[in-house]
């Protein structure tokens, strides 16, 4: 069985057809890069899956059960995390304390006196040592986008939706990012990452998916889809 399937999905606003008829599926243990040019619908695609957004058509299962249209905690307890390309911290609380929250109401809910273990560990993994007392609103961007990575960990996802979150990293800071990414799925999380940086994205992923105007262009082994002529067309298309 596979962990995730897509069936079908489209999700439009208004005039747009942000997702059109996707349909993937995913299995336990992979690590799937998503591409596409600006406004393909690769964000709204997670939005789906996450609940934050019900789709007008198609279906979402996630370890064989439907989960089309349930409210995002919900997703969340059952062990898919998410970090959000326009990141969302809860700004009144400390670095330490988003975590928490993560650790207090995701999947596998650890004892307070466990949790605060656990998410100063997630921190660190991070690169956020020395910032857990801080509010989160006073982190930089950069730092911000840390925290959606250590929140969204602490929730002991089964599958991590990861959504940019390279962008705007020197090339250091991506190293250590991939690696983070490589040693969370070594760990045992499934993970599909949207991401615009690409030599990160080809560094790590095992399979790729292309959107283009909402639909599913391509998929399959990365330097098959990067090859395929309607991908490259794509992306010539926005180079030109
Ligand atoms: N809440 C919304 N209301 C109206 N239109 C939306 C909404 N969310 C997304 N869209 C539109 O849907 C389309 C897909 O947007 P989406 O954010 O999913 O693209 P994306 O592939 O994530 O783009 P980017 O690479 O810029 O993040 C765009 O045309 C966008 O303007
Ligand atoms: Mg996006």
Not at 50 to 74: N, Y
Not at 235 to 240: F, N
Request: glycine share 12%.
């Amino acid at each position: 069985m596979p962990l995730l399937e897509v069936e079908r999905l489209s999700k439009g606003f208004g005039g747009v057809r942000a997702v059109h008829d996707v349909s993937f599926t995913l299995d336990e243990g992979e690590l799937l890069g998503v591409m596409g040019p600006n406004g393909s619908g690769k964000t709204t695609l997670f939005n789906l899956i996450a609940g934050a957004l019900r789709p007008d058509s198609g279906r979402i299962r996630f370890r064989g059960h439907d989960v089309t249209g349930l409210a995002p905690h919900r997703i969340c307890a059952r062990g898919i995390a998410r970090t959000f390309q326009l990141v969302k911290p809860f700004a009144g609380l400390s670095a330490l304390e988003n975590v928490l929250v993560g650790r207090l109401f995701g999947r596998e809910r650890a004892s307070p006196a466990g949790a605060t273990a656990d998410a100063l560990r997630l921190l660190a993994l991070v690169g956020l040592e020395g910032r857990a007392g801080q509010p989160a609103a006073a982190l930089t961007l950069m730092d911000r986008k840390r925290l959606e990575l250590a929140r969204a960990l602490a929730t002991r996802p089964r599958l991590l939706l990861l959504d940019e979150i390279a962008g705007g990293l020197t090339e250091h800071e991506c190293h250590a990012l991939v690696d983070t990414i490589r040693a969370v799925h070594a760990s045992g999380t499934t993970i599909v990452w949207i991401e615009h940086v690409v030599h990160a994205l080809l560094a790590v992923v095992g399979r790729l998916i292309v959107l283009n105007f909402g639909r599913l262009i391509a998929e399959g082994p990365p330097a098959t889809v990067i090859a395929t002529p309607e991908v490259r067309e794509t992306y010539m298309g926005i180079e030109a």
